[in-house]
């Protein structure tokens, strides 16, 4: 079994095998001789080894096995290696910190030199993880172990067990998290957690809407959420059933919710703490009804450490995925969760059921309760009430004259101590006798969506608009609702070339003291701006920033004024671009939001909660 660790040090061990991860790719340009291919076999058996994947008896198997994965059959293992012990191993390798992805690169290197595979990104990452896959236990073990620790030591015990096996055999990569930027920002009086995804290419709204409806069953596995990918070897983008990524380390775990079979794993691209995935064992849409929300607080019944949440079911203000039926969940609270509360009500017709409406870009209603029941039924009705709800002043429109709905829930739940609640729900929820000995309480968070469009918002009305799409163009899903950005790896690039004008014009003296001094301070702004504006548009990767970075200038020029500051380094310029970024994933909330953060948003949120609770 996998050594056990804290969620702490498990992030920790994550980003600081990352670094090593890097570092050792970097020395790989060229194909081993072939003694440096047996001591790289050598290695990789000796960390199965410690890692507990294999057994000492299992050493030449396990080398036998690799050398023909990567074609060199003729390798001969040392006859000291042979004979060296576990013990040994460990003096020579730490599993924390072993730069297992570099590793497994060196050896795929070697495969593609030797014709295994086709010499491409997703060759390389076939071969490797048909490496690691060939030495992890079998999935039946790894549910087993799984199951007896939930029942011996509980669901913490049983996650960090498959967690850490997850990060050890390269299905959580380690070195794509650690390559993500992320930084956290306060907007008015909010925390907004952002993140540059490195990992994952950006997606268009419209590919993700026309998967949702594409024909089932044409590929296998029909679709990565599938939990026929376990084990699966992947295929490339030439194949008669198109690209799809190799899952020989991925592990599943089998779990029951209403009645029904679903699967537990750790998802590869881990966006927050122990990020995971449960999903449907059939390949159905997704669906946002009473099951749904049954399904959830039973989930966090099981795993009361973790939030879980689903993206919501339709076109637009859904997720990535609409074919499959699944949820995220994790080890992580999100700042929605921290948001202030503008009020609370006893929800009419539900004993002990407190409704708040949270102070969020988003509009969410957060139900709190000690009956798992009652906020089932709870949260269907506000579901119910909504897919009906009209606000032509709003823009909210439920049905077209043809049937087709437009209005869905993006819902989260999670327990949290009774202790932590606030006294006005607390009074609320706990009414009955039997409440007040409960030391949880159930929350779910009930996020309201429309996908409506219009002309002037052909890709929604509550969707990020036109003028944020040079940062934020996908869909706002799940994580996002929750306050967590998920930006597209280009901005690393794009906000350094942006910088680098700015800091250009600043140091040309377009910001200075001088003019700024001057009967001319206002139109030497323009200037600074406009040029800015003008340079951005000569350079293909800052052209799509060239408005935004107009603005900023113009900002930067009057910031400077006020702090009485000579020049801004560079840390302080890149520092500034990172607030710039976090208003504008502020400002694509405020879109996606149904009712705004004013006093007319207000009232009609108000509204429909009263609609809600008659």
């Not at 996908?474 to 996002?480: A, C, K, S």
């Not at 560079?570 to 909330?589: G, I, M």
Request: aromatic share 8%; charged share 20%; with cysteine.
């Amino acid at each position: 079994m996998a050594q056990l660790t804290s969620p702490a040090s498990r992030t920790a061990q994550v980003q600081n095998s990352g670094k090593k991860v890097q570092s050792a790719a970097q020395e790989v340009q060229s194909v081993s001789p072939r003694a440096q291919v047996v001591r790289d076999v050598e290695t990789l058996v000796d960390y199965a080894l410690l890692c507990n994947l294999i057994q000492t008896g299992d050493k030449i198997w396990a080398f036998n096995s690799i050398c023909s994965c990567i074609g060199e059959i003729e390798a001969a293992p040392e006859e000291l290696w042979l004979t060296t012990t576990k013990q040994d191993a460990g003096a020579n390798i730490t599993t924390d910190t072993f730069p297992i992805e570099a590793h497994l690169t060196k050896l795929a290197q070697v495969a593609i030199a030797n014709h295994k595979e086709e010499d491409t990104p997703s060759g390389r990452d076939r071969v490797a993880m048909n490496i690691i896959g060939m030495l992890m236990p079998r999935p039946s073990t790894v549910s087993d172990t799984f199951m007896q620790l939930m029942h011996s030591k509980g669901s913490a015990a049983a996650c960090a067990y498959l967690y850490t096996l997850s990060c050890q055999t390269c299905y959580v990569r380690k070195e794509a998290i650690a390559r993500n930027l992320a930084w956290t920002s306060t907007i008015d009086g909010n925390e907004l957690e952002i993140t540059i995804n490195l990992s994952k290419p950006e997606k268009d709204p419209k590919a993700i809407a026309a998967a949702g409806s594409a024909p089932q069953g044409e590929r296998y596995p029909a679709c990565q959420l599938c939990i026929q990918n376990e084990g699966f070897a992947g295929r490339s983008g030439a194949a008669a059933g198109g690209a799809h990524p190799a899952r020989n380390n991925l592990r599943i775990i089998p779990l029951t919710l209403g009645g029904e079979r679903w699967g537990f794993q750790y998802s590869p691209y881990a966006y927050f703490s122990e990020h995971s995935i449960v999903m449907s064992a059939s390949h159905r849409p997704m669906h946002i009804d009473t099951s749904a929300f049954s399904n959830l607080l039973e989930f966090v019944d099981t795993f009361d450490a973790y939030m879980i949440g689903s993206n919501a079911d339709l076109p637009i203000v859904g997720g990535s995925i609409l074919s499959h039926d699944h949820y995220q969940t994790g080890l992580h609270v999100f700042p929605l969760m921290k948001a202030p509360t503008r009020c609370c009500v006893a929800l009419a017709g539900y004993n002990g059921v407190a409704a708040e409406e949270l102070i969020w870009p988003l509009s969410t209603i957060r139900l709190t309760a000690c009956s798992k029941d009652e906020l089932i039924r709870a949260a269907t009705h506000v579901l119910d009430t909504w897919k009906a709800y009209n606000d032509k002043e709003a823009g909210v429109v439920a049905y077209d004259s043809d049937g087709t709905r437009h209005n869905t829930i993006t819902p989260i739940a999670r327990k949290v101590p009774a202790s932590s609640i606030r006294n006005e729900v607390a009074a609320i929820c706990y009414t009955e006798h039997a409440n007040a000995a409960a030391q949880t309480v159930y929350e779910l968070y009930l996020a309201l969506r429309c996908n409506i469009t219009s002309k002037a918002h052909p890709l929604g009305v509550f969707h990020p608009h036109a003028e944020y799409h040079h940062i934020k163009k996908e869909n706002i899903g799940l994580i996002e609702v929750m306050g967590l950005a998920i930006l597209p790896a280009r901005l690393k690039s794009e906000l350094h070339d942006l910088c680098d004008v700015l800091e250009t014009a600043q140091n040309e003296g377009l910001f200075n003291k001088a003019a700024r001094e001057s009967a001319d301070a206002e139109a030497q702004a323009h200037v600074a701006a406009d040029t800015v504006y003008a340079r951005c548009i000569e350079k293909p990767s800052c052209n799509l920033h060239a408005a935004w970075a107009r603005d900023i200038a113009t900002r930067i020029y009057d910031k400077r004024q006020s702090e009485h500051k000579a020049a801004y380094s560079r840390d302080e310029l890149e520092a500034l671009l990172r607030e710039e970024t976090s208003q504008v994933f502020w400002h694509v909330l405020e879109n996606a939001g149904v009712f705004k953060l004013t006093d007319n948003g207000f009232a009609q949120f108000d509204a429909f909660v009263d609609a809600v609770n008659k």
